[in-house]
């Protein structure tokens, strides 16, 4: 949408920005692979405890991941960035930084989408990731006429942060888990 809308050269930007944020999301990735067998297993034998502990567990650890990654970039600085990457990707900067804040508030809700996949309720996932994926395209064709490829920045992180928050309320509500990075570890 970026390139049929704004142009080439902000596409080129925004998918630098893209491969680089997404380093943010390696420890959510592992995590995540480490845990989905554990939560279904859990599932079965009806221990919401020791789901929830996991599950608060592996949310911390993404989630200062993806924060030492922005803090990583805000370090590093536009003027860094733009001496590794070329004067040309100056602008990737700022969207990588939103889009790595964007990874980092994703992973405190941790590994909501997942428990619910794992517990039967995957026609909640679907229904959710259609729903944010329609917001997504709405959002799209609304601001990036005005803001350009941040603004393709801001519709994808808004999008994903609330399909992780809708999965972290119904989690919450019908499993009775917190699945987030400031929930109760509770104990084994």
Known sequence: MIGAIVGTDQVAQYR???QIASAAMIANIIVNAILSPRFAALHLLDNSAEIQRLAVFGSRV??????????????IGSSGFSAVLGLEYATSYELTLWLAIGIAASAFFGSSVLILNM?????????????TAIANIAL????????????AV???????VLMQA??????????????DAFGV????
């Open 16 to 18: 630098v920005a893209i």
């Open 62 to 75: 993404a989630f200062v991941a993806a924060i030492s990654f922005v803090l990583m970039i805000l370090i």
């Open 119 to 131: 517990s039967g309720r995957e026609i909640y996932s679907a229904r959710y990731s259609y729903f």
């Open 140 to 151: 799209n064709a609304i601001l990036i006429p005005f803001f350009g490829a941040l603004g």
């Open 154 to 160: 801001i519709a994808t992180v808004f999008t994903t």
């Open 166 to 179: 809708l999965a972290w309320i119904l989690v919450r509500r019908e499993l009775g888990i917190r699945t």
């Open 185 to 188: 570890c509770l104990p084994k």
